[in-house]
């Protein structure tokens, strides 16, 4: 099922729906036997509304595939991640909040370290405060050659995202990053004709920044730039145009927003970084949107670093936060993550995701718990992340009869 | 899983198969937490039944998607809904048992009421009654341009069936009908090439019609007629076709006949309009056919009515008939609906429908109990409403092995 056909089926509708996805929220026991993380959580509040939902359990992007972040989120976002590919070049770009254009081509930039010989003997440039790399990136902005701008966007450290602006530009790049030390940086090459200009102005672009970098601080250890990842953005059609739904997108980290951008989310500002200030601006904004992407990091990265205690407790703050969007409410929420990140595995993970789907109309499978053992006995079994949105359309009416 | 690639797998045999459908069979509690209107219902013989089944959810046409009769029964019978659309025309010439042909352009009819100055004042012509417009459809038969025939087929009241059939007619055709009151019929106009001729002589059939029925009665508010939908038959590959099968539908409802018909089933006639009617009329023709589709209205009607407990005695009413059947020694049995209607909505909605598959060789589930949520834990978890028909012929030892 796709999304044009979806997208014929939308209805108006004055409902408000609200998608919390606790990033790497699916999780397994320290032990065989034992409680995940969700399952060890105190979690009154979302085994309430679990008990007036429909559970499931969400693959991402496919049966064993373990998602990074973009993909994950395009899944449960409602699109098929192995149609909708977003490099990740495109993806450091969105993430700094960069309003990155359709034919812009993007990359991953490093400041390093190069010896005398002009090998490689730091990818990260001793990672670099990201003041200095800030001072840095500004002087690579003068440089411009034939039409075409150049953008140095800075990330943090050593790391910026790089974007090159302008007609006849290709994303069939290789990298320059040699990705190991002890070599050259690589000239830029191109994969695919097309791409001949993009590679002869990414080369000219690293020449000039060596020299710049060169000429700047001629003793400092950073003295060189690594670019890898090029590509541009898929083109990805928005909730406005698929749903007419004005959806908006409460994030701290600049990921999450730009992914969020992509399918045509307004990004609120958060007044602060942690979970309750994201629910403040869900609450500030209440009035002026359909849809609310409100996306919480922390359960991810407690995961990632092998924090099984601390994921515990990053859900048991979002199930504290809860009520403060049930009594906003709303006509349909949907409870979810972009993938697994196990703290036992310490990393992103292929298992499938706990979900719930909450709207009154729902017929609820009368399970008063959240956790993935709890959702796999779920009626909505083990599903694609994709399939989620409609049923979530659907409960928040807005989606039409198919046919007589 | 296409349908070509189970025609390759498809063997004969001599079992028998009954599917029965209940019409809108997926509902809702009254209240949170309670009941559906399949689990109030008492049904010992469908319980006894699944006791002995595989259970599953079905899931029409998509996740979200409310169906349809059309597409819910393309679904249930083993068709992709999706792919084989059958469009409004086509689905009201075939609900009056009309015997439409491929290359036949449909489209629905209205009879209505237009004043002095050619402005629609009333689309449906103050829903006159059936015989009414069956005397005036009689008017209409008589119109013959070129080598183009024109059949006016009645539904009921106001509404009639349009179909024109020759040489060179194209169906991608605009609606006559200005869809509101206070505007004048449009003219139909052509979408693409290849359309000139139908849309010529649509139009001088409207014109004609216009002048018959102001002769007929001038002084009667019925003058005008507006057509919409103008569409083709899907073309569908039949169960003969692809497995083989000898198939028969028993159905009252016109709409149900048509889309059993669409499929290459043989409809049989029913004498009277009851259930019970229908079970006879599967008892006498048992000898003739290898598969029987077997319709119940009743369920639906309810349910679009929002009659709970209407919807609940129909259950019942199928339950107790259930003997019937297994008298027979059936080989398989489905047991399911073409989409659910839950009273509390009064309408078609997008919750998956409770679904058996009886046979010796199933690996029951061992839930003695039909009901939504029963279902829910069955094994066959929700699937897409396609995917029954392959297991149930399975079970009908109809479908040979894959491969070596």
Known sequence: MGLEFLQGLAVPARTKMVMIIMDGLGGLPLKPGGKTELETARTPN??????QSVLGLTVPAGPGISPGSGPGHLGIFGYDPLRYEIGRGALEALGVDFDLHPDDVAARGNFCTVDATGVVVDRRAGRIPTEVSRELAGLLRAIRFEDVQFFVEMVKEHRFAFVMRGPGLGEALTD???HQKG??????RTLEPGSEKAARLANRFIDQARELLA?????VATNMILLRGFD???RVPTYQELFGLRAAAIAVNGMYRGVARLVGMTVLDVDGITPADEFAALERSWGDFDFFYLHIKKTDTAGESGDFAGKVRAIEEVDALLPRVTALN??????SGDHSSPAVLRSHSWHPVP???YGKDVRADGIAQFGERACGRGSLGMLPAKDV???ALANAQRLGKYGA
Chains 1, 2 share one sequence.
């Open 232 to 234: 541009r953005l898929p």
């Open 355 to 357: 979900t719930l789907v």
């Open 389 to 391: 949105m409609p049923i």
């Open 215 to 219: 000429r700047h601080s001629p003793r």
């Open 330 to 335: 709303p006509d349909v929420v949907i409870v």
């Open 176 to 178: 320059s990053d040699p």
């Open 46 to 51: 979302l085994d309430a509304l679990a008990s």
């Open 183 to 188: 070599l050259p940086p690589l000239p830029v």
